[in-house]
């Protein structure tokens, strides 16, 4: 059996005592699938994404990014971990401002595991394919739809095993919406990493054959 780009095991979080904010039991993709994980606002869906990212860490249970216990390292050694198996697609981009899409793309690549000597080519071929063309304008020259086209070739730059997307059509109208939609879904699909994208979006639906709720995750807390 292929090892999965994600395996989620009982996984339990919360802010203070009281009841769990994430209870999984088992979650896992393998490489190349993509799933929609739906929920409303404040339902845990960005909460969730964080711990799989090792921003958080929960009070039970384990998180494998290709194989890999995110919460068996720290510090750098998680830093590392995380540039070279983990891409991140946010509601607001979070792109570096004052720097140009290319740059962005290789503030990236310096926590990969590709050669430095292949960054440069690494980053344009990535841009071109977006359709990017001003690579040396800074982010915030750029149109709301090609930021959220660098934030993409970001996430893919250090070829991940997963790919992690919080609302990423949320600041979108609905053309740029569905373009960048394309192109992630496509790229992820070329480069077999995997796609959890987590939204209230309705219009994503049918864009996933894999679709469930975070709320269907969920077990009773303990009394």
Same mark, same amino acid.
């Given at each position: 059996m292929n090892t999965p780009a994600l395996h989620i095991q009982g996984? =339990?979080?919360?802010?203070?005592? %009281?009841?769990? !904010?994430i209870d999984i039991p088992e979650l896992m993709l393998a490489s190349g699938e993509q799933m929609l994980l739906t929920g409303a606002s404040g339902?845990?869906?960005s909460t969730l994404l964080q711990l799989i990212a090792g921003l958080l860490e929960p009070q039970e249970g384990t998180i494998r990014i290709g194989g890999n216990d995110i919460f068996a390292v720290r510090s750098a050694a998680r830093d590392r971990l995380r540039g070279?198996?983990?891409g991140m697609v946010f509601q607001t981009f979070n792109l570096l401002v004052g720097f140009s899409a290319m740059e962005n793309v290789l503030a990236a690549l310096m926590f990969s595991s590709i050669p430095r000597r292949e960054h440069d080519a690494r980053a344009r071929t990535?841009? *071109? $394919?977006? *359709? !990017? !063309?001003r690579r040396d304008a800074r982010v915030e020259e750029?149109? !709301? %739809?090609?930021?959220? $086209?660098?934030?993409?070739? =970001?996430?893919?730059? +250090? $070829?991940?095993?997963?790919?992690l997307a919080d609302e990423p059509t949320a600041s979108l109208d609905p053309a740029n919406a569905a373009g960048a939609m394309d192109l992630m879904q496509d790229l992820c699909r070329e480069?077999?990493?995997?796609?959890? +994208?987590v939204s209230h979006d309705p219009a994503l639906t049918a864009r996933f054959t894999r679709r469930d709720s975070l709320a269907a995750f969920g077990r009773p807390a303990p009394v």
């Open positions: 996984l =339990r979080f919360r802010y203070s005592p %009281g009841e769990w !904010i339902s845990g869906k070279k198996s983990l990535l841009l *071109d $394919r977006l *359709d !990017i !063309i750029l149109s !709301i %739809g090609q930021q959220q $086209r660098v934030a993409v070739a =970001r996430a893919l730059a +250090c $070829r991940p095993a997963l790919v480069q077999e990493a995997a796609l959890l +994208c």
